[in-house]
């Protein structure tokens, strides 16, 4: 019998920056965005390919930001996290994207937006789901880089996510995807699990979706507490 999922609120997910509790930061550049990159952005629109612009929400600290960066056919990658500190944690790592407080600007109530020197990067500090970010972003990126954002999701949001996340993006656009699945009898989240029966309903209609492949993480199945504990990957192109 699966476990009622555990809701985490914004705050909640400060209160994890501030006490330091983000097991959930990667040490290291995601290894299935590394694997798949080439292979979703050949899957772009062929006048795309050489200026992405990249979209990663809830995007904490990581480490990807830099490497995706690095990339000489990415034009751009927007950030968007809630915590300050994730912004401070990814600039001491960074140094390289600069840190001049007057790069900083108010978007709107509740959500401000640092650019890095060369202004590839912008960072938007604000809840996801904020009219102010709509505004400012709507129909913008060409492809999303989901990490650990849909599984942090409380799962009665995930298609208002889905949805907004599509709102940030251009009409043709993709998604490159890792997800979690283990079994959901023995932990309730967050990571929150999804089958692939689930990413293939939460996306259908809408989107192709391609499943790439996933890997075990003995790591994550010990800390959790479940048997196995899968990464599964997923690319969905828009319909």
């Known amino acids: 019998q699966p476990l009622e999922s ?22 290291e550049v995601t290894g299935s965005l590394v694997e798949f990159w080439s292979y979703a952005v050949s899957q772009l629109p062929e006048d795309k390919r050489d200026a992405v612009s ?16 690095a990339r000489p056919e990415v034009s751009s990658v927007c950030g968007i996290e809630i915590s300050e500190l994730a912004l401070q944690r990814l600039l001491s790592e960074n140094p390289q994207l600069g840190d001049d407080p007057s790069r900083r600007r108010s978007v ?10 060369d202004g590839r990067l912008k960072f ?31 799962v009665p949001d995930r298609a ?3 949805s907004r996340v599509r709102e940030l993006c251009e009409a043709k656009h993709a998604w490159l995807m890792e997800l979690a699945d283990y079994d959901r009898s023995k932990y309730a ?44 990957v997923y690319f969905m192109s828009d319909l």
């Open 124 to 154: 938007y500090l604000g809840d996801l789901f904020s009219d102010s970010l709509l505004t400012e972003l709507k129909s913008s990126c060409q492809l999303v880089w989901d990490r650990a954002a849909l599984v942090a999701i409380d």
């Open 54 to 69: 990249v979209l990663v929400p809830l995007c904490g600290a990581s480490r990807d930001l830099a490497w995706l960066l």
């Open 160 to 162: 208002k996510y889905v």
């Open 189 to 232: 989240g967050p990571p929150h699990a999804i089958t692939e029966e689930c990413a293939r309903s939460l996306f259908s209609g809408q989107y192709r979706v391609e499943f790439l492949g996933s890997t075990e993480c003995p790591s994550r199945a010990e800390r959790f507490k479940v048997p196995v504990f899968n990464q599964p």
């Open 6 to 27: 555990n809701a985490v609120s914004p705050d909640d997910w400060q209160g994890r920056w501030e006490r330091g509790a983000t097991g959930f930061h990667q040490e």
């Open 108 to 117: 709107g109530p509740g959500v401000e937006c640092w650019e890095s020197s």
